[in-house]
């Protein structure tokens, strides 16, 4: 199976993800998120899990595997969790053989960009759930609602490191099921050494239909629930389901 574009994002820049993203950021997020998850939970499966910066939350009170296809991605994670397990895998294939409680697919599920790549990933996220578990994904967007917009951040660490960067988000063209993120990133060394880095990255955008249709076929009794946020940014919509009996 096609890996599909290979982002320096998640590639030779992954050190630089809690510069970008910083854990902190993801508290309020993950406490919602643990809402939506049963509370006698014991195991969860994070598909496309990254840095880690989700499982920093989700693992009090839960025993999270994770699973990205970025081997960089997952070193940035196993520093903020070393006691998880981590696997390199593509959420579209990977089968660990075994089935858990809970499935969580946060944001990279955006980056499949065709309903069937939509489709095969809901299929692995079946094939790792026990009767009854929750699954729950978190697209950025929704074509419904989706509006094209520009954003900015970055921190600095102690050790003098820092990240700037600005993005872009359109969409190309509205027939289709995919739009892109521009991306300009500035990073500052411990020495002053400034350098600069800039990429495009294309991601699915798929009706809640779409959505609802393919969990239902994929056999989650499936439903919509509006994420609660104090960001200054509209809230996302959870697509989130439980799984019926497994043949």
């Avoid at 990255?201 to 009794?221: I, K, N, P, Q, S």
């Avoid at 629930?225 to 043949?247: N, Q």
Wanted: hydrophobic share 35%.
């Amino acid at each position: 199976m096609d890996p599909g574009p290979r982002y320096r994002f998640y590639g030779d820049l992954a050190p630089w993800w809690p510069l970008i993203s910083p854990p902190e950021h993801y508290a309020e997020e993950a406490e919602f998120l643990r809402t939506l998850l049963p509370t006698e939970a014991h195991d969860l499966l994070e598909l496309g899990s990254g840095g880690g910066h989700n499982a920093l939350y989700l693992k009090r009170g839960l025993t999270p595997t994770l699973v990205d296809l970025s081997e960089e991605m997952l070193e940035v994670s196993r520093a903020l969790n070393p006691e998880c397990e981590h696997v390199v895998g593509d959420m579209r294939s990977v089968r660990l053989g075994r089935t858990f409680d809970a499935v969580v697919v946060h944001d990279a599920i955006d980056y499949m960009t065709t309903e069937d790549d939509l489709a095969t990933a809901i299929a692995t996220v079946a094939a790792h759930c026990r009767t009854g578990a929750t699954v729950v994904f978190v697209p950025d967007h929704v074509a419904d609602t989706f509006v094209p917009y520009a954003d900015h951040g970055g921190t600095d660490a102690p050790d003098g490191r820092g990240v700037r960067y600005l993005e872009w988000t359109v969409d190309p063209d509205p027939t289709d099921t995919w739009i892109t993120t521009d991306y300009a990133f500035l990073f500052r060394y411990p020495d002053g050494r400034v350098e600069s880095a800039q990429e495009t990255h294309r991601t699915g955008l798929f009706e809640r239909t779409t959505w609802l249709r393919l969990l239902t076929e994929a056999g989650f009794d499936a439903d919509v629930v509006l994420e609660r946020t104090t960001e200054p940014r509209a809230p996302r919509e959870y697509f989130v389901g439980r799984a019926g009996v497994m043949t």
